[in-house]
């Protein structure tokens, strides 16, 4: 019997659709004990169901918090396979830094937006909230992403979205990186006054925005 006959990656799929971050976790234990390749269940047990997932969100058919525990249960798995995984298998299709901007603490959306992001294979490097322009650039710098993504929840925090732009640019980094926006006063226009390079009403929207731009 091939490896592949000894254990149904469906187990894992169907653990993670109901968050069973504990059962995610043996069951990935047993698909490697059963010699499935570390790529193969991060594609086919944790990264499509996540995407199943990401649909469900769009279509109103789960809300915040059944995509929080799914996406535990994701991270579960990871956790498991990171030592499987050498940096060049690494399944990230590009790396995003992504923050809440200065005088700004909300972070429900942010991280929203981080969970389905990593859940299509992106690398996130989560700053935070309330990150200033330096913060950002800084990010820029240490990481090296193909995207800035910011979120601001208030009218008096977004502008702070327009002073980071300023900043990378300052610093000579603005072209070294795509600049998405979103949360909720942002708005498309504002983005293209801000010369952001895309925005996004939600966490899944932002998802392909995200691929797209780093894919274009
Ligand atoms: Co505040 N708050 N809040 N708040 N809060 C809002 C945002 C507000 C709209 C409520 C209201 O008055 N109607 C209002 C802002 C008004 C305005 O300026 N437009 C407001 C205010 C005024 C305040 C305070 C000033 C209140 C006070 O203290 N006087 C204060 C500010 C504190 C600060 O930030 N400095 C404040 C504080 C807070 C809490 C900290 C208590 C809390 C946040 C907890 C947390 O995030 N850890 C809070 C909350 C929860 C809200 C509401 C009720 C809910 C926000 C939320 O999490 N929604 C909010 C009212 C509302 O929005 N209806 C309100 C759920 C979340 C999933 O949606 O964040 O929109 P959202 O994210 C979406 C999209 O926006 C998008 O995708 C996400 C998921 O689909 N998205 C992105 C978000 N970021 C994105 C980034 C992207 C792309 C898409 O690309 C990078």
Redesign the pocket.
């Given at each position: 019997m091939t490896a592949e006959r000894n254990f149904d990656l469906k187990l894992i799929t169907d653990a993670l659709l109901k968050g069973q971050a504990d059962r995610v976790k043996s069951l990935v234990k047993d698909a490697l004990d059963s010699g499935i390749a570390p790529q193969e269940i991060v594609g086919e047990g944790l990264l499509s169901p996540m995407n199943i997932i990401s649909d469900k969100?769009r279509d109103d058919l789960i809300f915040?918090p059944e995509v929080l525990i799914a996406s535990r249960a994701m991270h579960a798995g990871m956790h498991v396979l990171k030592p499987y995984l050498s940096h060049a298998d690494q399944l990230y299709g590009g790396k995003v830094v992504?923050g809440?901007v200065v005088?700004?603490?909300?972070?429900?959306?942010?991280n929203?937006?981080t969970m389905l992001m990593r859940g299509a294979g992106l690398e996130v490097v989560d700053l935070g909230?309330?990150m200033y322009p330096e913060d950002f650039a800084a990010a820029v710098m240490e990481h090296c992403p193909d995207i800035v993504?910011?979120?601001?929840?208030?009218?008096?925090?977004m502008p702070a979205m327009a002073e980071t732009i300023r900043e990378l640019e300052k610093q000579d980094l603005r072209s070294r990186v795509k600049v998405?926006?979103?949360?909720?006063?942002?708005t498309e226009d504002y983005a293209k006054v801000i010369k952001a390079d895309g925005?996004?009403?939600?966490?899944?929207?932002?998802t392909e925005l995200a691929l797209n731009l780093i894919n274009k």
């Open positions: 969100f915040t992504i809440t005088g700004d603490l909300h972070d429900i959306g942010k929203l937006v909230v309330d993504a910011m979120s601001a929840l208030l009218t008096t925090t998405l926006v979103g949360g909720g006063p942002v925005y996004a009403p939600d966490a899944r929207k932002a």
